[in-house]
């Protein structure tokens, strides 16, 4: 009998990708809207991310299933790139990839890469001095702390730099990989199929600039 | 004609046998008509070849008219060259212009082997289809008539579209990760769409990919390059169709 759907067959890898993927497209929505609101009240962002961070449910079941997803989503990410790469062992003297596919399409892995590196620095500005705060010292933190600590991370030019890089390179992972990903699980209605590839274009390019539009607002309104 | 055709330098892979280590080597070829097709202009090669007494440069080909399958050559950086909708023997010279460099490779994948110089094995296609790209069909003599079963006009439309697949390769050869979507999803997606294949659909999805993966092709990564080097428009719908099958197998498979 034949693999079945496991992660044990290219296909299975594949779903799994792109279920991981689109798992976190959603993810990113949510954390985007909330981002959104330090920007129109620093009261309701307060209150959101209170709840956010003292919630039992999002805390112990809702941020183990993200950490799970990320991790998912990259290891398996490296393991299609080491097989891809092992299934062209001699390269061609003379190649024009350009001619037929996107840049964006062919380097999934450095611009994922790169995405990487931003959720470890991500996790040592926010994550990490939070569950330090809550978990390791047992504090309970000043309700209204939220606020002024997202305002402080964007006061150096230099992070607020690697801010706006990594969200350019997450649009242009989110530019092939949101309409790529319905492909994957198997869309097939053409109509459906060119509407979500379009909303996913659309949503690729939007919600990364409202990241960047975020953080210079706060780096400007110091 | 004389003196009015192309000059050209060709670089060429040139391999001895599938141990052997090979190289790009460079050619000159003179005169060459822009209403010849590209395989014809490697006959014109060969002749040189042979008639200085070196070896002739080999490579696949057979119909010579786009529906065999055979040749298969990646030319300046394109599976079956710069044009589109074509194979290498349908390809024309007036697509080059004089004074032109072309490079002719075969087809790289770890799952197509060089045999020699521009010939790869891609009998790999064969134990895929093998593995379940058919119908098991009665034909003891009283076959039904295939007219019997009612077949909706868009069906059978994609099926076609997906049968017309002459399994070249040309699609493992562009695909950046050598994946053999395309071609097995054709396979799959053909018969999945008439009611001759429902029967055994389930094994047919699991099996193929199965002898796919073990045959070392790489995975997809929708980068769409397949379905534009292809020369018979085979669609990327084909590999959502696929996976889709192929998610409904593992589903209900019975292991
Ligand atoms: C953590 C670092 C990340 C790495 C290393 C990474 C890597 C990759 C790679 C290599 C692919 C292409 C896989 C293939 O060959 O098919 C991919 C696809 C994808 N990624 Fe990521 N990625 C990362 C983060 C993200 C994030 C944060 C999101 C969403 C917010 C995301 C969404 C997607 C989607 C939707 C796809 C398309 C899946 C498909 O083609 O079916 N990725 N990722
Ligand atoms: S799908 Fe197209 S490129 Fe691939 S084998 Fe079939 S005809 Fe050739
Ligand atoms: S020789 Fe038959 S398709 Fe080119």
């Known amino acids: 009998m034949a693999n079945t759907g496991s992660s044990s067959t290219s296909i299975g890898r594949k779903l799994i990708m792109a279920a991981s993927g689109l798992f976190l497209v959603i993810f990113l929505l949510q954390h985007f809207l909330i981002n959104f609101t330090s920007v129109i009240d620093e009261k309701t962002f307060n209150e959101i991310s209170h709840f956010m961070g003292t919630n039992v449910l999002i805390q112990f079941v809702m941020q183990p299933i993200l950490i799970a997803g990320v991790i998912i989503h990259f290891v398996m990410g490296f393991i299609l790139e080491m097989k891809n790469t092992k299934a062209r062992n001699v390269k061609y003297a003379m190649n024009k990839p350009s001619a037929n596919s996107s840049w964006m399409s062919r380097n999934m892995i450095y611009t994922g890469a790169v995405i990487?590196?931003?959720?470890?620095?991500?996790?040592?500005?926010?994550?990490?001095?939070?569950?330090?705060?809550?978990?390791?010292?047992?504090?309970?933190?000043?309700?209204?702390?939220?606020?002024?600590?997202?305002?402080?991370?964007?006061?150096?030019?230099?992070?607020?730099?690697?801010?706006c890089v990594s969200f350019v390179l997450l649009a242009l992972h989110l530019m092939h990989g949101f309409g790529a990903a319905f492909q994957s699980v198997g869309v097939t209605n053409k109509r459906y199929l060119t509407g979500l590839q379009k909303f996913g274009k659309i949503f690729a390019i939007v919600v990364p600039l409202g990241f960047i539009f975020i953080a210079l607002f706060h780096h400007l309104n110091q | 004609m004389a003196g009015k055709g192309m000059n050209l330098t060709l670089k060429i892979w040139r391999q001895s046998d599938a141990n052997s280590p090979g190289k790009m080597v460079d050619y000159k070829v003179t005169d060459i008509s822009e209403h010849m097709s590209f395989l014809e202009m490697?006959?014109?090669?060969?002749?040189?070849?042979v008639s200085k007494g070196e070896d002739p440069v080999a490579f696949d080909h057979d119909c010579r008219e786009g529906i065999c399958g055979?040749?298969?050559?990646?030319?300046?950086?394109?599976?079956?060259?710069?044009?589109?909708?074509?194979?290498?023997?349908?390809?024309?010279?007036?697509?080059?212009?004089?004074?032109?460099?072309?490079?002719?490779e075969p087809w790289r994948a770890a799952a197509f082997p060089v045999i020699k110089d521009?010939?790869?094995?891609?009998?790999?296609?064969?134990?895929?289809?093998?593995?379940?790209?058919?119908?098991?069909?009665?034909?003891?003599?009283?076959?039904?008539?295939?007219?019997?079963?009612?077949?909706?006009?868009?069906?059978?439309?994609?099926?076609?579209?997906?049968?017309?697949c002459i399994g070249c390769g040309a699609c493992v050869a562009t695909c950046k990760n050598a994946s053999a979507m395309l071609?097995?999803?054709?396979?799959?997606?053909?018969?999945?769409?008439?009611?001759?294949?429902?029967?055994?659909?389930?094994?047919?999805?699991?099996?193929?990919?199965?002898?796919?993966?073990?045959?070392?092709?790489?995975?997809?990564?929708?980068?769409?390059?397949?379905?534009?080097?292809?020369?018979?428009?085979?669609?990327?719908?084909?590999?959502?169709?696929?996976?889709?099958?192929?998610?409904?197998?593992?589903?209900?498979?019975?292991?």
Request: hydrophobic share 40%; net charge negative; proline share 4%.
């Open chain 1, 116 to 163: 990487l590196g931003f959720l470890g620095l991500h996790f040592y500005d926010f994550w990490v001095p939070e569950i330090d705060l809550k978990y390791v010292q047992g504090l309970e933190g000043s309700p209204t702390r939220y606020f002024h600590e997202l305002q402080h991370r964007f006061e150096d030019p230099v992070r607020v730099a690697i801010y």
């Open chain 2, 42 to 49: 490697m006959d014109v090669l060969n002749e040189q070849l």
């Open chain 2, 70 to 104: 055979m040749c298969s050559m990646y030319i300046n950086g394109e599976a079956h060259g710069p044009d589109r909708g074509v194979t290498t023997c349908q390809l024309h010279m007036r697509m080059f212009n004089d004074g032109d460099t072309i490079y002719i």
């Open chain 2, 118 to 164: 521009l010939v790869v094995d891609r009998t790999a296609f064969d134990r895929i289809m093998n593995a379940g790209g058919f119908v098991s069909v009665n034909t003891s003599g009283n076959t039904q008539d295939a007219n019997a079963l009612p077949i909706p006009k868009a069906d059978a439309d994609e099926a076609f579209d997906a049968a017309t």
């Open chain 2, 183 to 255: 071609f097995v999803s054709a396979k799959v997606s053909q018969l999945a769409l008439l009611p001759q294949g429902k029967v055994e659909a389930k094994e047919r999805v699991l099996n193929m990919v199965d002898q796919m993966d073990k045959e070392g092709f790489g995975n997809c990564t929708v980068t769409g390059a397949c379905e534009v080097e292809c020369p018979k428009g085979i669609s990327l719908t084909n590999i959502a169709r696929m996976n889709q099958e192929f998610l409904k197998a593992s589903i209900t498979a019975d292991k």
